[in-house]
């Protein structure tokens, strides 16, 4: 017999357990149940006939086994059943969890639900092949919200606010406008960024008539899709194979789908299957026995942790091969330690080394793990080919995301070249750039451009529209305030890292000036697809520079030394930069490229460089097979940008 009963010490003594079998193990013959909890008294498990209500109708007292868990062995076939464990802890019963390791469940979660998985799997599905990548300098990202991308009325899709809505193809504005998926290819972009989409706590599955919102960073069961964007969350196959079938739709449309993955903290405290499996265990606190909050949702967890760090490595390896998804984004990664990390990428190399990692560098509060430990945008260099998002870009362009009435350099606001400048060379150590004065960062953060995401908006925070209406300068018009969303864009576009859109941005989208959405209505989050004939000119403009970017391979260099190589920057006057990009960098078609940021509010004259030069992007316009032939002096119009490429005679 092994003892299961002994007193740690310290969560560093808990024994590790490395199988691979934790949760259920199903076939038709039998269930094998294993259940990590080291400081346990006791486990039991419960089987049920329904996934929700109703009593048990069997209790099994589980036995202990070796490295802190518990096993059970039903004989027969449970297919169709649910069940849940309950821990006893100081001669106290726990409430119920499905587990941790729990991968389907029933409506609303908590009950863990037994299936085949082979009946999840749509039609072909094993021949589902993901869309080739050959550099993560080729990455162009959208993001987007499932329930936001369709559920308005002009969207013209018919699974509103469900998985199944990426599966439609030909749907249309009430304008005819192209929406939906067909709408992302005629945008060109590489990779779709789903926020959350495992099952989360914030949404009552029964209550769906409600509509009910929620982003969904309140993680419930990490392991299974979320119910409510399935067509029936009380089927537990259901939400997994509608999840599946959205993903091989992507991927059959030329996409690759990232999945917004939040380990950073729970929805519940001490009511969470992590702390209803081993107390305390896999979250930190503080020196007082309080939660430690760096997540700002009243916890965080303990990635340094073993089992806590072999959780988070197991469950993307699980996305990764049962779902086939294509990459990672790590909401508030700073709180994770920079091994934990280091050993994600390690273990998806196994699978797939072009799968994507990339997170939110940073924490919402302080933490107790040292920040020399911690996966944030200054120790970036250490983490292994994984990206953080570049906040010095953003808010240069754009302004403070703290403060609302601040703006950036797309509004005539001088003083942000240099981090501006950051975010162009892909946070690297480059000569031109003097970190003293970058707004966020004081010294280079990237061994190389592929670990830097530039943006200027995401679902957090404002969308860009409303922030540059509440950064407008006094007498600013409509007509600027698109000038200044293209300004914006080009820069993002143009510069060296991966560049990342927030889903509606092409339209104009706007959140009626809310910053913060996360649980607003409908009709503050959706995409309004009429948007689309009449902001026709901006999403073409973005569209040009998608395609700009693609056809250009000087704008996505590889390596750090390639860029300072073969990136130059142009001495030029506040609010206004100009770089050079020589030496058919990357294999380039052409020697030289020319980009020209005009943050002034009005026309400044430049000299170009010596010889004659094609447009490719002036005054809000681009074509990629050039729009005039110049040389000598050419004027920059006010906020807008220039690019040109060098003739050769």
């Not at 076939?77 to 821990?87: A, E, M, N, R, S």
């Amino acid at each position: 017999m092994i003892d299961n009963k002994s007193v740690y010490n310290s969560f560093d003594d808990y024994p590790v357990y490395s199988g691979d079998d934790l949760g259920l193990t199903y076939s038709t013959k039998c269930s094998k149940f294993r259940f990590w909890s080291p400081a346990a008294n006791s486990v039991k498990l419960n089987i049920y006939n329904e996934g929700l209500n109703g009593k048990p109708v069997e209790t099994c007292i589980m036995q202990p086994d070796k490295n802190g868990t518990w096993i059970y062995k039903t004989v027969g076939d449970l297919k169709g059943k649910f069940y849940t464990f309950q821990v006893k802890i100081n001669d106290r019963w726990l409430a119920e969890t499905p587990g941790i390791w729990a991968k389907a469940a029933g409506v609303n979660g908590n009950r863990a639900a037994i299936i085949d998985f082979s009946e999840t799997n749509p039609e072909n599905w094993e021949n589902d092949k993901k869309p080739e990548l050959k550099s993560f300098a080729d990455i162009i990202i959208y993001e987007v919200h499932i329930r936001d991308f369709s559920i308005s009325p002009t969207s013209g899709i018919t699974n509103k606010g469900k998985f199944l809505s990426f599966t439609e193809n030909g749907t249309v504005s009430p304008e005819g406008e192209k929406t939906g998926t067909d709408h992302l290819k005629d945008l060109g972009i590489t990779h779709i960024h789903l926020l959350p989409v495992f099952d989360f706590a914030s949404i009552d599955e029964t209550k769906l008539d409600e509509n009910k919102y929620n982003w969904g960073y309140d993680p419930q069961n990490y392991n299974l899709p979320e119910g409510g964007y399935s067509t029936n969350p009380y089927e537990p196959k259901t939400r997994i194979r509608e999840f599946k079938e959205m993903v091989k739709s992507l991927h059959s449309n030329g996409f690759r789908v990232i999945m917004d993955v939040v380990f950073n903290h729970t929805f519940f405290n001490e009511n969470s299957n992590l702390f209803l499996t081993a107390q305390k265990y896999f979250y930190r606190y503080k020196a007082d026995g309080s939660w430690s909050n760096a997540s700002g949702c009243f916890n965080e967890t303990a990635s340094e942790r073993q089992m806590m760090r072999k959780y988070i490595v197991d469950s993307v390896k699980y996305w990764a091969t049962e779902y086939h998804i294509d990459g990672f984004r790590f909401d508030l990664m700073g709180i994770h330690d920079i091994k934990t990390m280091n050993e994600v990428r390690a273990a998806l190399n196994r699978i797939d080394t072009s799968i994507f990692i990339y997170g939110e560098g940073w924490t919402a509060n302080e933490s107790p793990l040292s920040e020399d430990l911690r996966a944030v945008k200054r120790n970036a260099r250490q983490l292994n080919n994984i990206a953080v998002f570049c906040d010095d870009i953003r808010d240069a362009l754009r302004g403070n995301w703290y403060n609302p009435k601040i703006g950036g350099f797309v509004s005539g606001i001088c003083g942000h070249e240099e981090s501006l400048k950051a975010g162009i060379t892909g946070a690297i150590k480059h000569h031109h750039v003097d970190y003293s004065k970058v707004k966020y960062a004081n010294q280079a953060y990237t061994n190389a451009p592929t670990q830097l995401i530039n943006y200027v908006s995401c679902h957090d925070d404002f969308c860009l529209m409303d922030k540059l209406k509440e950064t407008a300068p006094a007498n600013a018009t409509d007509c600027e305030l698109l000038r200044f969303n293209k300004l914006a864009q080009t820069a993002v576009f143009t510069s060296q890292g991966i560049p990342f859109i927030y889903a509606g941005e092409e339209i104009c989208r706007n959140k009626k000036g809310i910053h913060n959405t996360f649980k607003s209505p409908d009709e503050i989050n959706q995409i309004n697809w009429s948007n689309k004939s009449k902001y026709k000119d901006v999403f073409n403009y973005c569209k040009g520079l998608i395609e700009l970017r693609k056809s250009y391979s000087a704008f996505r260099m590889n390596s750090a030394n390639e860029v300072r190589k073969n990136l130059k920057f142009i001495k030029t006057s506040n609010s206004f930069i100009a770089y050079l990009i020589d030496g058919y960098a990357n294999n380039n078609a052409w020697e030289d490229i020319v980009v020209i940021l005009n943050g002034n509010r009005n026309a400044v004259d430049f000299k170009l460089l010596e010889g004659r030069w094609k447009l490719l992007c002036h005054d809000g316009k681009i074509n990629i097979n050039g729009i005039a032939n110049v040389q000598g002096i050419l004027r920059i119009e006010a906020s807008s940008a220039s690019i040109l490429v060098r003739i050769l005679n």
